[in-house]
T-cell receptor, first 111, second 114 residues
Framework: NAGVTQTPKFQVLKTGQSMTLQCAQD?????MYWYRQDPGMGLRLIYY???????DKGEVPNGYNVSRLNKREFSLRLESAAPSQTSVYFC??????????FGSGTQLSVL | AQSVTQPDIHITVSEGASLELRCNYS??????LFWYVQSPGQGLQLLLK??????LVQGIKGFEAEFKRSQSSFNLRKPSVHWSDAAEYFC????????????FGTGTRLKVLA
């Protein structure tokens, strides 16, 4: 049982480049989330999707876009990467706001 | 608006001493409440959760937390800390309906002295 699969694990971008982080879950969860983790700031919610077909902004949505492609997949796109977006990104899923299941994270560096 | 505050950024305790980590939340009703732990370089592990009912909840690794509605708090406790408890601890608040928005606090880093 794979749980939440997140790709890539590591990525280095130059300022201005774009990229998409992929996330898929096989637990039939309705809700999916994207967080970023920075030292001293905890996990901050970027975007979330309560169910297929809906997405909402979280605490720090600027510079990001998301797509809930289907019930399984929720991608995060950086259109023009900035050094301030250097972070560790986590995808997560849950059923009705209960326990979160996390992916293994993506370490992103923007130079 | 939904929010979580962990007032203590760093806490240092001696091994064998008791521990209490503070968490205060803001939410329009009784939320879902969680404590997670993250060891260096690792992912987040759920310690315990509160959904409803008994306000004192037991978790893994000997941790417990008490929900106090009047104080909007959900503090984490352990009677005797072990060196392996050194990690970062996050409190989280989940919406109980609708969007199921799930917010984390900024974390408390625990150091344990031998």
């Amino acid at each position: 049982n794979a749980g939440v699969t997140q790709t890539p694990k590591f990525q280095v971008l130059k300022t201005g480049q774009s990229m998409t982080l992929q996330c898929a879950q096989d637990m039939n969860h309705n809700s999916m989330y994207w967080y970023r983790q920075d030292p001293g700031m905890g996990l901050r919610l970027i975007y979330y999707s309560a169910s297929e077909g809906t997405t909402d902004k979280g605490e720090v949505p600027n510079g990001y876009n998301v797509s809930r492609l289907n019930k399984r997949e929720f991608s995060l796109r950086l259109e023009s990467a900035a050094p301030s977006q250097t972070s560790v990104y986590f995808c997560a899923s849950s059923e009705a706001g209960t326990k979160l299941f996390f992916g293994s994270g993506t370490q992103l560096s923007v130079l | 608006a939904q929010s979580v505050t962990q007032p203590d950024i760093h806490i240092t305790v001696s091994e064998g001493a008791s521990l209490e980590l503070r968490c205060n939340y803001s939410y329009g009703a009784t939320p879902y409440l969680f404590w997670y732990v993250q060891s260096p370089g690792q992912g987040l592990q759920l310690l315990l959760k509160y959904f409803s009912g008994d306000t004192l909840v037991q978790g893994i690794k000997g941790f417990e937390a008490e929900f106090k509605r009047s104080q909007s708090s959900f503090n984490l406790r352990k009677p005797s800390v072990h060196w392996s408890d050194a990690a970062e601890y996050f409190c989280a608040v989940g919406a109980t309906s609708g969007t199921y928005k799930y917010i984390f606090g900024t974390g408390t880093r625990l150091k344990v002295l031998a």
